[in-house]
């Protein structure tokens, strides 16, 4: 059977409700990802991490993965799942410029054992040219998998390569801002590369994964972030939008940085105010010279000693890592 060039389920036209329909099955997109690339409307599935880790089982041991990641969250928990891989850090052009490469490259060496990293942007073409030539010379014939969590800008960085480097006759892959858009497996040949877009697995502490259309606007950066530098002192509150309370307590005159999307209203909030305090709260005490890192939110750098008390809904799980810049 055909598969959806969009998402790599087999097309079928005998059931509406199933995943893979189209009324036609000469058409290269099964009608969901017809409407999500062209109307941006998103139909929701029953498809889990499971049937997402079945398919990913299938990837030889030996092929060369390309693991994406977002630099805003770093997520690098499945990379000693592989042999053989680059890791590819998304979406520089969000982070201040003054973030240089070789600074990201160094932090992930330290606390991985991935030698072979990259760091791009698919956005303003930042280093594609080194991840073509790369991808190029070591796939030794063999299809090369691109794997990575939801929103890392795995699907956004083929398409990129597509652009490129494709013909006139290859097809884009299905990107959105919505979990579980590419389905199945869908193989891509890129002149004498066969590239394999894989479902992007779901981070279940990440805060994207719970966040409705207007929600994710906001959420999801789209240009360089401008850090939000509070002083503080004492007790305090702070507010990233509606999403998260940012409760501290510090005995010396200090400062936060909050590392986020420019579209969330990040303000002081009084201490006695009870907003988001029915959230789920977590508590970090004497942190100094770390990042708190609320997954797909923001991250918090911390540079003296304070106390702090994050409220949030419960399936997000914010941890400290050390400081980043």
Do not use: H, W
């Not at 193989?187 to 409705?212: A, C, Q, V």
Request: aromatic share 8%.
């Amino acid at each position: 059977m055909t598969k959806c060039q969009g998402c790599g389920i087999e097309l079928q036209n005998t059931n509406i409700n199933k995943v893979g329909y189209t009324d036609n099955l000469d058409n290269l997109l099964c009608t969901r990802c017809f409407k999500l690339s062209n109307y941006g409307e998103y139909s929701q599935v029953d498809y889990t991490n499971e049937d997402y880790e079945k398919l990913l089982k299938t990837i030889p041991k030996d092929a060369l993965i390309v693991y994406t990641s977002d630099i805003l969250s770093l997520n690098l928990d499945r990379i000693n799942n592989y042999n053989n891989i680059l890791l590819v850090i998304t979406k520089k052009d969000i982070m201040p410029k003054s973030l240089k490469d070789e600074k990201i490259i160094n932090y992930i060496k330290s606390t991985t054992n991935i030698n072979n990293i990259l760091i791009i942007s698919s956005k303003k073409n930042y280093n594609i040219d080194t991840l073509y030539k790369y991808i190029y010379n070591n796939s030794n014939n063999q299809p090369i998998y691109f794997v990575g969590n939801t929103n890392s800008g795995k699907s956004t960085l083929i398409n990129k390569l597509i652009k490129n480097y494709g013909s006139i006759t290859n097809n884009k892959v299905t990107v959105s801002m919505y979990p579980s858009t590419t389905l199945s497996l869908v193989p891509i040949k890129l002149n004498d590369i066969n590239i394999i877009d894989t479902p992007g697995t779901i981070d279940k502490s990440n805060i994207i994964n719970y966040l409705d259309k207007p929600s994710l606007k906001k959420v999801l950066p789209n240009n360089e972030i401008k850090p939000k530098t509070c002083q503080i002192t004492g007790k305090g509150s702070i507010i990233i939008d509606e999403f998260a309370r940012i409760d501290y307590n510090t005995n010396i005159r200090n400062s936060i940085v909050i590392y986020a999307s420019n579209n969330l209203n990040i303000r002081f909030n009084s201490r006695k105010k009870d907003n988001m305090k029915n959230l789920k709260e977590y508590s970090f005490s004497n942190i100094n010279k770390k990042d708190i890192v609320i997954p797909g939110l923001c991250f918090i750098k911390i540079n003296n000693n304070i106390d702090i008390k994050i409220y949030i809904i419960e399936e997000v799980k914010p941890y400290l890592r050390n400081n980043l810049i």
